[in-house]
């Protein structure tokens, strides 16, 4: 026994957030003893296999300086690294967004060169939601385990091969299975936002991910020029093709993309992410923190049970909604706008309250004023990205998302009434800007509130639910819609107004939030904190570890 007759190390850390000390309890201490100055106390000892404490001790006298990923990442500020990282991560955004608008230009051409019904035109674009629901939570899964880098190079590297090979599809049939594929990939294309938001500084969190998805409406605007360009002279075929640029630029740098310190840090890869934090500190020009990062190890990553834990299964289940309305009602819009240039003056459409041609095979092709138009609603998304920095760091997540679904549920009830193209335009236009606004939030929102060791998971599942939306909405704007426009317009003015309420109900805001890592400073039940220690005359001492209940 007097191998633990040996003083041990002690390390004090102070609490840098005073909430944080009623979420860690360590044996021997109780929350109502310590103070608003509160140290935490870890004591550690180590002995070598001939039974002596190889620690260099001076007894309480000396300390040992920590610091977590957060801490380093508020000193390194909003600087060069995260500049680059956002062009990267944009580039992926912007080729997802392109392949995402290609399909309310593609439908209608394919209409008319292949003489296909209504139903198989909106079956075009249900495929591809299809395959992004099936990828999202597999990519999800994978990032989590694997880590971001991974997940994100796999599904661009998936969505550019089978982007390019549907361009070469004989028959409908075909590009029905290659766009599916495409879907696939473009499902794992939220994980750039989390990889991004990891390398954020709580302060720039918000801003910075909602600046980012201005690389989205680049994306979209970019299609739409695109389509104006390439459509009347070179044909659909070279649409596709030219589409998938973003993707393949993306790959060609994606050399430089780090992979997620916090990451590192939850997979036990302590080293890596010591390099990546000295990597941000060289390029922003800051010094790196004093003393030893701090670790917790966990091997449970990427547990869909986690989503469910008492603490956070609300969360779940309203984000699953909210992602699935804003999907629904978002790509719904966007293929309202073609479908109403389309049906002609909007007396005649919404008086006779169908838009069926006489023919069902009788098409019409897209002009170059609907080319214009469909421009004019997709430059919308600026405005709506501008109007939602201005609320999310002032009114916060919820109350954001909420506000953004009622506004474009009012924008939708004009179009009930008799106006003309202009008119409609502005209502579509101003929908189509909140619409996007609130998807970006939410975008903001998820990565949030989930801690890292589930936070791909928790962004592909929530992705994945939305393509249900996305899989729906095709047939409510292109067949519902020539059914029934009242129906059509009173589906997304329902669904938005559900939206809404359900993110007012949400139980986290996130607002000036650091982000999570690990479920062991939840309190949820999911992890413990344990000291074990090794008791002699003189003292005690022990080892933290990380452990988690099964």
């Known amino acids: 026994m007097d191998r633990w007759r040996k003083k041990p190390n002690i390390i004090y850390r102070r609490w840098r957030n005073p909430e944080r000390r009623s ?120 990032s989590d385990v694997y880590g971001r880098k991974a997940g994100l190079m796999l599904c661009m590297c998936w969505a550019l091969f089978y982007g390019l090979l549907s361009a070469f599809a004989p028959v409908y049939g075909w590009l029905l299975v290659l766009r599916g594929l495409v879907g696939c990939g473009l499902g794992g294309a939220p994980q750039s936002v989390t990889l991004y938001s990891e390398f954020l500084p709580e302060k720039s969190r918000g801003i910075c991910v909602m600046l980012i998805s201005a690389f989205w409406a680049l994306g979209s605007v970019f299609a739409v020029l695109l389509a104006l360009l390439t459509m009347p002279t070179l044909g659909w075929r070279w649409l596709l093709c030219l589409s998938t640029i973003p993707m393949a630029i993306f790959l060609c740098f994606s050399f430089w993309l780090p992979e997620s310190a916090r990451f590192n840090v939850l997979s036990g890869k302590t080293e890596k992410a010591m390099a990546t934090l000295a990597r941000i500190a060289k390029e922003n020009g800051k010094a790196m923190p004093q003393g030893k990062l701090i670790a917790y190890k966990q091997n449970g990553r990427g547990r869909i049970k986690a989503l469910f834990s008492p603490r956070y299964w609300r969360t779940t289940l309203l984000l699953w909604f909210i992602w699935f309305v804003n999907t629904f009602s978002y790509y719904g819009i966007v293929l309202l706008t073609t479908e109403l240039f389309q049906a002609g003056p909007s007396c005649e459409t919404t008086q006779g309250a169908k838009i069926e041609p006489s023919c069902s095979l009788e098409c019409k092709y897209l002009t170059s004023a609907d080319y214009k138009d469909l421009l004019w609603t997709t430059l919308a998304e600026f405005p709506g990205i501008l109007v939602i920095l201005l609320a999310i760091d002032r009114i916060g997540r919820k109350k954001s998302m909420a506000l953004c679904f009622f506004v474009f549920s009012l924008s939708i009830l004009p179009i009930y009434a008799c106006i003309g193209r202009t008119a409609v335009t502005i209502c579509l236009f ?121």
């Open 23 to 142: 979420e860690v309890n360590f044996v021997g201490h109780n929350d109502e003893d310590y103070t608003e100055n509160e140290i935490c106390t870890v004591t550690s000892a180590r002995v070598n296999s001939e039974g002596v404490n190889s620690a260099s001790t001076t007894g309480f006298h000396e300390t040992e300086e920590t610091f977590t990923v957060d801490d380093a990442l508020e000193a390194f500020g909003f600087g060069k690294f995260q500049w680059k990282m956002s062009v990267l991560t944009g580039l992926s955004w912007i080729g997802d967004a392109m392949e995402m608008m290609i399909l309310s230009i593609l439908g209608p051409h394919l209409h008319c060169e292949w003489r296909l019904p209504s139903y198989q035109v909106a079956l075009i674009t249900s495929v591809v939601f299809l395959g992004m629901g099936i990828g999202s939570p597999l990519v999800g899964s994978v």
């Open 430 to 550: 101003i929908g189509r800007a909140f619409i996007s606004g609130g998807f970006q939030v939410a975008f903001v929102y998820t990565p949030e509130v989930f801690p890292t060791e589930n936070r791909a998971l928790a962004m592909g599942i929530s992705n994945m639910m939305s393509k249900v939306g996305a899989l729906m909405t095709p047939f409510v704007a292109q067949v519902l819609l020539r059914t029934s426009v009242y129906g059509t317009l009173s589906l997304y003015c329902g669904f938005s107004l559900l939206g809404g309420i359900a993110a007012l109900m949400l139980p986290i805001e996130t607002l000036g939030r650091g982000l999570q890592e690990s479920s062991l400073y939840e309190g949820d039940g999911e992890q413990t904190t344990t000291t074990t220690t090794s008791e002699s005359n003189d003292t005690n001492a022990g080892e933290p570890e990380v452990t988690q209940e099964e």
